[in-house]
């Protein structure tokens, strides 16, 4: 990790943000001491993939039709 200055950070911002978006990780010192880190922004998640994927795992995993759920977490207990 890259560590700059505060003062510098200001001066260099856009080209900061350019390196972290790039996967670089800059660490921002004030008065010597760490104080921040920039870095490459997390990959956004579909939300409609994330619950196709949850029906497909739930659809998948089958309660037997005989048993309550009270007797499975008693079951789950023992």
């Known amino acids: ?3 700059v200055g505060l ?4 001066q260099k911002l856009s080209e900061l943000v350019e390196r972290a978006g790039r996967g670089e990780k800059i660490g ?3 008065r010597g001491k760490l104080t921040a ?8 998640v579909d939300l409609e993939q994330v619950f196709a994927k949850m029906d497909e795992i739930r ?5 037997p039709a005989h048993v309550s759920v009270k007797e499975l977490i008693e079951e789950g207990r023992r």
């Open 59 to 63: 659809k998948k995993s089958k309660k």
């Open 37 to 44: 880190v920039m870095g490459p922004a997390p990959a956004e």
């Open 28 to 30: 921002i010192t004030k």
């Open 1 to 3: 990790m890259r560590k």
């Open 7 to 10: 003062f510098e950070a200001k």
